[in-house]
């Protein structure tokens, strides 16, 4: 896996949330040999309302000193120097706009609620870099996480998109030398013809994951208590076998120039305290080149 001139991009607004997320890029860093920036993005509309223009640059000196600060820390604690960056605009469109321009590896942001009056910037726009992202993006939730990756959980259905991602997750697994991935499926009908499929192709994609000299498990789970979501189950399988990471995969339109986020997708994203590693599928031509996940 080649490392990429942009790294990786954590975007950081001095919350709990995206303090954890630096935390957990500085293990891909080491091992991808990535830089990290570190972007503040200033919403220019709230910054004209509450401020003058030398209120103005007095914020964005601050926001440098304190950028600079954890900056600091991520050199000291990957070996690799951190950057930093402050942007104006609206937030998940400098997030994209700016991984774009840097050619970045991936995107790892915290993900708060996204309801609430208190909510910060990471919060709000996490789906939306999801959707609109042209790099993996991973999605922090919760507030405690190993340093490092052991489980993945790889969850597939009967869609076209199953043998990219689980290319990616062979990639993934191996970039963290030799994680355990735990393919699940989820069992949402009871007509043979699906269940003897779905059977098959679980089994087919852990030999195949194992004869790239991965561990493997391979399970077909279903609701226990008749309501959950497709999101719930998948979490609390995920829960269940002590996973670090689940990887989902945005859909994608026949022009393969638009991505969107299923329902499920979105579940995990928002219900997950488990960091989520969202992915496009390759088009053709993307498959000729060597990308990242």
């Known amino acids: 896996m080649n490392s990429g001139s942009g790294g990786i991009l954590v975007p950081f607004d001095f919350s709990e949330q995206s303090e954890i997320a630096l935390e957990q890029s500085y293990n891909l860093s080491r091992l991808l040999k ?132 689980v290319g990616k997750a062979i990639e993934l697994a191996k970039l963290y030398d030799g994680a355990t991935i735990r393919v699940v499926s989820v069992l949402q009908t009871t007509d043979e013809f699906v269940v003897n499929r779905l059977t098959r192709q679980i089994s087919q994609v852990k030999k195949h994951i194992e004869e790239n000299g991965l561990s493997c498990t391979a399970e077909i789970v279903k609701s226990i208590k008749g309501d959950e979501t497709l999101a719930d189950i998948i979490v609390d399988y995920a829960h269940k076998v002590d996973a670090d990471l689940i990887m989902i995969m945005t859909q994608q339109e026949v022009d393969f120039t638009q991505y969107f986020i299923g329902s499920s997708a979105q579940g995990i994203i928002n219900n997950s305290d488990i960091p989520v590693i969202s992915i496009i599928p390759h088009s053709k031509e993307e498959r000729k080149t060597v990308t990242p996940f």
């Open 34 to 165: 990535a830089s990290i920036t570190l972007l503040y993005v200033i919403e220019e509309n709230a910054v004209k309302k509450l401020f003058s223009k030398s209120d103005d640059e007095e914020l964005s000196a601050s926001v440098q000193e304190k950028l600079n600060e954890f900056a600091a820390i991520a050199t000291s604690k990957t070996g690799i120097k951190a950057k930093t960056l402050i942007a104006r605009g609206k937030v998940y469109e400098k997030i994209v706009e700016l991984s774009e321009m840097l050619k970045s590896l991936m995107i790892i942001m915290g993900s708060n609620d996204s309801s609430g009056i208190k909510k910060k910037f990471i919060g709000s726009n996490a789906l939306r870099v999801v959707r609109e992202a042209k790099v993996p993006v991973i999605t922090i939730k919760g507030k405690h996480h190993r340093d490092g990756c052991r489980n993945i959980v790889l969850p597939l259905d009967l869609t076209k998109e199953t043998k990219d991602k």
